[in-house]
């Protein structure tokens, strides 16, 4: 089956750093991504929406400039978390879309990236 | 507005035993239903998926329901094992199917010895 794989699974850093999250459709071709955000026994939060090669459309509420989303080819979507804070520590998901699943917009995602900001 | 409702909230049973988890949804127009299970810590792993004219789809010991009159769906779990203790999350497709996912908030199952 369709396999999403995300970078790095978990990562620590110190407040004020930047952080990068690489998500890869490792067996299909991906035109559009989803990064999603994750709180604690709450649901998945969408985030932003990614299109490779244009800009993201970003969820209301969601800051675009501290949260910078790169989707340069078809199997690479990329989420860089700036200046970090302690508020922006969570369970971070992609997802990605095949683009030859059709109708169904079949989406797969990927296993998470756990941030702990310090 | 478009809503995934999800009950119960959570959900304790012993091993061996089924189950069945409620989904009811408002999104309009619809295109399709997902179950996802999520392990604590992982990404959601894909069930079933069911198009408008779908009633019934299972996956091994899954069985999922959709009555798009009524716009509920359920998944039945049978013989329940340790290993399907997670989050089960209902999620609707609205529009055109090329729009944003709609979650509910899932349905934490244990499965207890």
């Known amino acids: 089956g369709a396999v999403v794989s995300q970078h790095p699974s978990w990562v620590i850093c110190k407040s004020g750093t930047s952080v990068k999250i690489e998500c890869r459709s490792l067996?299909?071709?991906?035109?559009?991504m989803f990064w999603y955000r994750q709180f604690p026994k709450q649901s998945l939060m969408l985030m932003a929406t990614?299109?490779?090669?244009?800009?993201?459309?970003?969820e209301q509420g969601v800051e675009k400039d501290k949260f910078l989303i790169n989707h340069a080819s078809l199997t690479l979507s990329t989420l860089t978390v700036t200046s970090a804070h302690p508020e922006d520590s969570s369970f971070y998901i992609c997802?990605?879309?095949?683009?030859?699943?059709?109708?169904?917009?079949?989406?797969?995602f990927g296993p998470g990236t756990r941030l702990t900001v310090t | 507005k478009n809503q995934v409702e999800q009950s119960p909230q959570s959900l304790i049973i012993l091993e061996g035993k089924n189950c069945t988890l409620q989904?009811?949804?408002?999104?309009?127009?619809?295109?399709?239903l997902r179950w996802y299970k999520q392990d604590t810590g992982r990404g959601p792993v894909s069930l079933t998926i069911m198009t408008f004219s779908e009633n019934t789809k299972s996956n091994g010991r899954y069985t999922a329901t959709l009555d798009a009159d009524t716009k509920q769906s359920s998944l039945h779990i049978t013989a329940s094992q340790l290993s399907d203790s997670a989050s089960y999350i209902c999620v609707v497709t609205g529009g055109s199917g090329n729009t944003p996912l709609v979650f509910g908030k899932g349905t934490r199952l244990s499965v207890i010895a």
């Open positions: 067996d299909f071709q991906a035109t559009t």
């Open positions: 997802s990605a879309r095949d683009q030859a699943s059709g109708s169904l917009y079949e989406q797969y």
């Open positions: 990614s299109n490779e090669g244009s800009k993201a459309t970003y």
């Open positions: 989904c009811n949804y408002t999104v309009s127009p619809f295109s399709n």
